[in-house]
C-alpha cells in the first residue's frame, strides 16, 4: 500500500510538470503568434518604396535604406521601431530625412520588439564604412532600446535621436556628452508629458527637447491609430514634417 501511495505522488508530479511545461509552451507559442503580427503600415507608407524624387531607397537583406540619389552621405541615422509595429510604417519619415542628405537604416527587430535585437546597430555601422558620423534613434520601445545601446557602447555612435521616447529608469545617460534630441507630442497617452518629464534627469544636460503641439504618439510612424494614445490635433502629415525639420536639424550639428 505504500508503495502505491508513493508511486501514486511521483506520477502526480509527473503530470503536474508535464501540464506546467505544456502552459509555459503555450504561453510561448501564444506570445510568438502575438507578436508576429505587428501594426501594418498604412498605405501613404508604401509609396516611400520606390527611388526618386532625390532619393534612393533598397532593401539590404530586411534593413530599409534610404540615401540621398545625387550625394554620398557622411552622416547616418540608424532608426529602431517601436515595438511590435511593422518597420516599414516608419519609411515617410527616414525618406523626407534622406531627402536632407543623410542616410537612414530602419532597422527589423526580432518578433518586432527591439529589447531582443538591441546591438543590430552593430551590424549597420559595419555594413557602411563610408558613413563617418552616426545617430542612433528609434520610437517608443525603439528609441528606450537605443538609449540602452548608448549606455552599453559608449564611444560607438555620435547622437541620440528619442521620438516619443525616454530611457529606463534603470538607464542613467545623465554624466554623457552624447548629444540628444528628445521629441516628444503633448496629446501623447504613451509617452506622457509626465514620462518625458521625468526622463529630463537620466539625459544629458544639453539634451534638446521638441514638443509637437497637438502631436500624439500613433503621429511618429504611419500604422494607424494605437490603444491608450492620445487624440492628435494636428494632421500627420504635418506631425511628420514637424519631426523630420528637428531630426534633419540635428542631425546636421553632429560631429565626429
Do not use: C
Not at 521616447?165 to 496629446?187: H, K, M, W
Request: charge should be negative; aromatic fraction near 10%; hydrophobic fraction near 45%.
Amino acid at each position: 500500500m505504500e508503495n502505491t501511495r508513493r508511486l501514486s505522488t511521483k506520477t502526480i508530479w509527473r503530470y503536474l510538470i508535464i501540464g506546467l511545461l505544456a502552459l509555459l509552451l503555450a504561453a510561448a507559442g501564444g506570445f510568438v503568434l502575438w507578436a508576429s503580427n505587428p501594426a501594418q503600415p498604412e498605405p501613404q507608407a508604401f509609396n516611400s518604396f520606390q527611388s526618386g524624387n532625390g532619393t534612393r531607397f533598397e532593401d539590404l537583406a530586411g534593413w530599409l535604406v534610404f540615401t540621398p540619389a545625387d550625394s554620398t552621405p557622411l552622416t547616418g541615422l540608424i532608426l529602431y521601431p517601436g515595438g511590435r509595429v511593422d518597420p516599414r510604417a516608419y519609411a515617410p519619415h527616414a525618406r523626407a530625412i534622406a531627402s536632407e542628405g543623410f542616410a537612414v537604416i530602419i532597422v527589423p527587430m526580432p518578433l518586432n520588439f527591439a529589447f531582443l535585437g538591441i546591438n543590430r546597430a552593430d551590424e549597420v555601422i559595419t555594413a557602411f564604412p563610408q558613413i563617418e558620423v552616426w545617430a542612433i534613434g528609434g520610437h517608443s520601445l525603439g528609441g528606450a532600446m537605443a538609449a540602452e545601446y548608448i549606455r552599453n557602447n559608449p564611444g560607438r555612435v555620435n547622437g541620440l535621436v528619442l521620438w516619443a521616447a525616454y530611457p529606463g529608469e534603470n538607464n542613467d545617460l545623465s554624466s554623457t556628452t552624447i548629444p540628444v534630441l528628445s521629441v516628444f507630442g503633448d496629446q501623447d497617452g504613451l509617452a506622457t508629458l509626465d514620462d518625458i518629464d521625468s526622463s529630463r534627469s537620466r539625459l544629458p544636460e544639453q539634451t534638446a527637447f521638441a514638443q509637437i503641439m497637438g502631436g500624439n504618439h500613433a503621429g511618429f510612424g504611419w500604422y494607424g491609430d494605437q490603444s491608450g494614445d492620445g487624440t492628435a490635433s494636428l494632421d500627420k502629415f504635418t506631425q511628420q514634417d514637424q519631426i523630420v525639420q528637428v531630426t534633419v536639424a540635428f542631425l546636421s550639428t553632429l560631429n565626429k
